[in-house]
Structure formats: C-alpha cells, structure tokens
C-alpha cells in the first residue's frame, strides 16, 4: 500500500503541472497513467502537431510541451505507473483507497482526475462474434511474436502498427494483410518494403477488404473478408491482429459516483472538487459553467486543485501563498540558490 | 444557416437548422444527436465524428483534405461515402445534407 498526499489520475500535460504545483507547495505525489508513456493526448493524438495557445510559447509540438513539462519536474521526485489503470476507488475512513488493474494500491486523501476524455483502448473489429476469440486467438496489440510462428497470421490495418507487425511476421509465418483502401499510411520504406514481401508471395496483400466475420466453434478457424464491392473471400487463419489505433473511454471513473455528464465530470470553480470530498477533476475531463477545452485552462485547474488537496493532507497546518521568485522554501525545494 | 438531417443508428431522422460556419461535428454536438462524441474536439485525431454522407451529397460537399482519410481508417466500419464530420462546414450550399451514424458509434 502506497500512501501519498495525493494520487493524480493521467499523465497529460494537465496532470504533469498539477503535480508540479502539489510539489511546489511540499505535497508529495504518484501518478497513474494507462498509456505506456507520459504525455496524454499531446504524445498519444498530436505529438508532432504544432500548437499556439501555450501562454509565452509562441509554437510548440505536442511532444515538445511534453518534454517541457518534464523538465519542469526534474527538481522533484515523483513516481509514475504508467500502464496501469485505475479500476476502484473507495472511501476508507478519511481516505481514498485506490487500486489499479495491476494490483498496485494507494492511500490517499486526495485523488485529482486529469484523465483527458477517458482512457485509450485499442479500437476493435465492429463484427460482434469477435469478441468471442479476443486474446486467445484474436488480438489488438502483440504480447509475444513467438505464439505466431509457422502459423497464419491476417493483420487488419493500414498504420505502422500493422505494417511492421506484416513485415516482421512474414519470416516465420504466413501472413496475410488486409487493408480498407489501395493507399498505406506508414513511413514509405515501410510501404515499399510491404509492396516487395507481396511481390515475392511472402505476405499476401487484400485492399479495398475490411472484415466480415470469424468463423469457428471452440478456435478460430477462418474469416470472411468483404470488398467495397461486396465480394466476400474467405481466408483460413490461426491468428487475427487489429491495428485500429485507439479510442478514448471513460472506463471505470464512471463507476466512482461521480456526477458525469457526457463524459465529463461537474466540478466547483474553487477548489475544482467533484461531488465527493477529496476527489477533484482537472482539465479536459471537468465540466463548469464557461469550460474552456485548452490546456491553460488545466493549467490553473490543477493549481487551484493542489491548493485545496493541502487542506486534507495537512490538516493542522495552515496553507501560506508564496511566490516562486521570492520564496526561500520554494526555491529550497526547487534545489536552487536563493539570492 | 442550413437544415441539415441527422439519421441516427435506430433509423431516427433528427432535421436541425446549423449556423453557417459551423461544421457539422458541432451542429450535431450542440443538438445533442447521439453517437457523434467528437472526443478531440474537431482536430481530426479520434474519427468519433465518423459520418456516412447521403450518396447524392458526397460529391457536392468539399472534398476531404489530407489527414481526413488516414484517420478514417480508425474509424468503425468506413465506407467509400465516409467522412468526417468535424471535416464538413456549413454553408448555404449544403442546406438539406442527409448523413447518417454508424450503429456501433452510439
């Protein structure tokens, strides 16, 4: 059981300043996110698109405000558990008693939610039978290639995802690859090399093909694949892989007794806390009245939340405001020399 | 301003009156019309605005910019008549567009 002052659910941009302001003010806190990185939608969605609507930062990718935000942490010690999700959070006398999917379990007074719009799972195949066969012999991300070999593998998907799994899987497996339409959008030495293996009769290649359906009782036996022009080919395979990209879900904070309304959770514009004492949601995620979606908005979010999160971690002692420049404790904990 | 129909996965037809210079994500958002989530707010990153285009419409509108087609390929169950409708502005022009959800958007 790990007991901090205060969990922050999501790595993205609001999270990461959030616990920059909980630091700056000597609370200390963990970090959860369900991505395998930090960054949220920024690195995830947009990493290399431009933005222009950082206050003082003129231009800047999504990547290079992750970064920057990272940077801006290094004076602290903050433990991330990426890769996890959080599933329960239940009330445990004056605490939160917090648990994710991986068994790691935390106690805290508070938990601040900058969870964006949800977590992201990978997109699935929209025939329902599917389901019957996800992770036995249908999969959506590949745990371990060893499974595969001397079998036939159909990979759905016109990414990198499914380019280099098609590339890599083709020399010890067959493998066929499907894709909705003529064109991939992976990086070209990756295409030609695709072109190349199908030219040789290493990977067999269907465009204009989307999935129909999966066939088999107990295993997978075959599929149906249909064309635009709903031609219908069956293929016998051992294997399917999707590579769909992935698609944000609320999950299990809907499950928390929160007050949500279309995906986001209400909050008060002082403290940024939810209907329950000691939760509160920051940044995409929260709703009030005159929500902005941006990133500055979570920006001061977080910081009016970390205020408040003092209250309930330190309940006798008395919350002053101090200023970064002058303050000798905040530069104590920032590891840099006063004047 | 253009009427613009929204036919739902349950066969429902909701006709709503948009503001020119909106697109039609946010006509259908400020209407409430289900299924249409546009999680990442019209920055064509999440395809959760995927629309089917009446067939007679699709070649009226303006045709999809780069980026549009890539993210299409997240999308559920893309047809030749997909797109965006975060992609699609309103205009006199396009007064009467019929689109339709996917049943596995809702």
């Known amino acids: 059981?790990?007991?901090?002052?205060?969990?922050?659910?999501?790595?993205?941009?609001?999270?990461?300043?959030?616990?920059?302001?909980?630091?700056?003010?000597?609370l200390n806190c963990e970090v959860v996110d369900n991505l395998d990185k930090i960054g949220g939608q920024c690195i995830e969605l947009y990493p290399d698109k431009p933005i222009y609507d950082i206050p003082a930062v003129p231009e800047c990718t999504g990547e290079e405000l992750t970064n920057n935000l990272i940077n801006q942490l290094k004076p602290f010690d903050i433990k991330f558990h990426l890769n996890e999700r959080v599933e329960k959070v239940k009330k445990e006398n004056d605490n939160w008693l917090v648990k994710t999917n991986n068994g790691t379990s935390f106690s805290t007074p508070n938990v601040i939610i900058a969870g964006g719009v949800g977590s992201f799972e990978p997109r699935k195949f929209s025939p329902q039978e599917c389901e019957k066969f996800e992770n036995k012999s249908l999969f959506y991300s590949v745990k371990d290639k060893k499974i595969f070999k001397g079998k036939t593998v159909s990979i759905f998907g016109g990414g990198d995802s499914a380019l280099d799994w098609a590339v890599e899987l083709s020399k010890e497996c067959s493998v066929n690859l499907i894709h909705r339409r003529d064109e991939f959008r992976g990086a070209q030495a990756t295409i030609d090399k695709v072109h190349q293996l199908a030219k040789d009769g290493k990977i067999n290649l269907f465009t204009q093909y989307q999935m129909a359906t999966v066939k088999g009782d107990k295993n997978l036996e075959s599929i149906d694949i249909k064309?635009?022009?709903?031609?219908?080919?069956?293929?016998?395979?051992?294997?399917?892989?999707?590579?769909?990209?992935?698609?944000?879900?609320?999950?299990?904070?809907?499950?928390?007794?929160?007050?949500?309304?279309?995906?986001?959770?209400?909050?008060d514009t002082e403290k940024f806390e939810t209907n329950q004492k000691g939760i509160y949601a920051v940044g995409d995620i929260c709703n009030y009245p005159g929500k902005l979606k941006l990133i500055l908005s979570g920006f001061h979010e977080g910081a009016l939340a970390a205020r408040a999160c003092f209250k309930l971690a330190r309940p006798n002692e008395k919350y002053r405001f101090e200023f970064t420049t002058s303050s000798k404790t905040i530069k104590e904990r920032l590891g840099v020399k006063g004047d | 301003m253009a009427k613009i129909t929204y036919i739902t996965h349950d066969n429902q037809k909701h006709e709503v009156e948009v503001q020119n210079g909106l697109t039609v994500m946010e006509g259908a958002v400020q209407n409430d019309i289900p299924g249409i989530d546009a999680d990442c707010g019209g920055g064509m990153a999440c395809a959760t605005c995927h629309?089917?285009?009446?067939?007679?419409?699709?070649?009226?509108?303006?045709?999809?910019?780069?980026?549009?087609e890539d993210m299409l390929d997240m999308a559920f169950e893309p047809k030749t008549n997909s797109r965006l409708s975060c992609q699609i502005v309103v205009s006199d022009e396009i007064d009467g567009l019929e689109v339709s959800i996917p049943s596995k958007q809702a």
């Open chain 1, 227 to 267: 064309h635009d022009n709903n031609e219908i080919k069956n293929l016998k395979t051992d294997y399917v892989l999707g590579f769909f990209g992935l698609i944000m879900q609320l999950g299990p904070i809907a499950n928390w007794g929160l007050n949500i309304d279309k995906k986001t959770i209400e909050v």
């Open chain 2, 51 to 68: 629309v089917y285009v009446k067939e007679d419409w699709f070649n009226k509108i303006p045709k999809k910019e780069d980026g549009e």
């Open chain 1, 1 to 26: 059981m790990i007991k901090t002052d205060a969990l922050i659910i999501g790595a993205g941009p609001t999270g990461l300043f959030t616990a920059h302001q909980l630091k700056l003010i000597g």
